[in-house]
């Protein structure tokens, strides 16, 4: 199977009229459903506190903390899990050891300068990714991902799995459909090791190295699988053996919360946060139309795993659950330089007599 170029152009004219329609419909809604998540989210985390829980992050700087004087990751995250008023059941509430451990190793400090470094990686990878679009494309699909990737210097960068697997996943995205492929691969992996959430990425990328025949690209993810699931069983074995039969479980993840949540997530984790609500409402949407618009096995990925994540969290995330869109940074905003292009083409298919088919896209 061949992934077309512009595949918006190639659109029946009421399918483009139906997602240029459904777009504009979803640019005004965020817009007002922002403010309404925000309400709900700052009475959350309220409630929360009342409950004796405290603010994730605080709870990762109190493990990293324990792990460094020498103590077992295992025993004081539980321990500082009971504390904070945390789940330790099923094993995915606890976070694979992996940050831990090299905070211990190189210290918060380290992380915060393998932030910067991916930050400007991204830059410049994303950049090379664009090469057979564009300059314009080129040069502000670099800018949109620094300026996306600018929370790479918050200070609880060192704390953060989603955003710093979010940074890493961003330039295995960059490398997937080039010859370099392999070092998206270990980035992927290390995505996956500080963050189990970013599986469905691999997953994705294997759904697409299948469709595109591509034999040693699907082994190679096959083999990349196949040690992660091993990794995460070794890991929920270590989190059975600490778990103590008082500890609390998990309300599990079925909110059903619906669109707001992800976009909303997306809005509190990047630079829209600081604009007008009415602006920042179109810019949440308007990236994930420029991915479909790209095409080729780039665009196919991308499509594939923003679309697929979206509709993951707007079904099963809870309210508390929106910091899981780090894993976005900063590649979902990169889209945004395409939808210049995704307009004009579904402006062309809507245009297109009835009678005339579209010529055929020379795939990539």
């Not at 074995?237 to 479980?249: E, F, T």
């Not at 979206?310 to 508390?320: G, P, T, W």
Request: proline letters at 6%; aromatic letters at 10%; a neutral charge.
């Amino acid at each position: 199977m061949t992934f077309p170029e512009r595949p918006l152009i190639r659109l029946p004219r009421w399918a483009a009229l139906a997602l240029l329609l459904a777009t504009l419909f979803a640019c005004v809604w965020n817009a007002f459903a922002l403010e309404e998540r925000n309400t709900s989210h700052e009475a959350d985390i309220e409630q929360r506190l009342e409950r004796g829980e405290r603010v994730d992050m605080d709870l990762y700087r109190a493990i990293d903390a324990r792990v460094t004087a020498g103590e077992d990751y295992y025993e004081a995250a539980a321990a500082e899990h009971r504390e904070f008023a945390m789940p330790t059941a099923p094993f995915v509430t606890v976070r694979t050891p992996v940050l831990a451990w090299t905070s211990a190793l190189w210290g918060t400090d380290g992380w915060r300068i393998i932030a910067v470094v991916l930050w400007g990686a991204n830059i410049l990878l994303w950049f090379l990714a664009l090469r057979h679009e564009g300059r314009f494309e080129r040069l502000a699909g670099a800018g949109l991902a620094g300026l996306f990737g600018m929370v790479a210097f918050i200070p609880d960068i060192p704390f953060s799995h989603e955003i710093l697997a979010g940074l890493m996943l961003s330039l295995a995205l960059a490398l997937s459909a080039g010859g370099a492929w392999a070092g998206g691969l270990v980035l992927a992996v290390s995505a996956i090791a500080l963050r189990e959430l970013a599986l469905p990425f691999l997953l994705a990328w294997g759904a697409i190295a299948v469709l595109a025949r591509e034999r040693r690209k699907t082994l190679a993810l096959g083999a990349a699988a196949i040690l992660i699931a091993i990794g995460l069983a070794l890991h929920a074995s270590a989190v059975a053996q600490v778990r103590q039969p008082a500890d609390l479980v998990s309300p599990g993840w079925s909110g059903f919360l619906g669109l707001s949540v992800p976009l909303y997530g997306i809005h509190v984790t990047t630079l829209l946060q600081t604009l007008p609500v009415w602006f920042a409402g179109p810019l949440g949407v308007l990236p994930l139309l420029g991915w479909l618009a790209l095409g080729g096995r780039l665009g196919a990925l991308a499509s594939l795993w923003f679309a697929g994540f979206i509709a993951a969290v707007a079904l099963f995330a809870r309210q508390e659950n929106i910091y899981w869109m780090g894993l976005f940074i900063p590649a979902y905003g990169v889209g945004l330089a395409i939808v210049p292009r995704a307009i004009a083409d579904l402006a062309r298919a809507i245009k297109r007599p009835a009678s005339e088919r579209p010529r055929p896209a020379s795939p990539r």
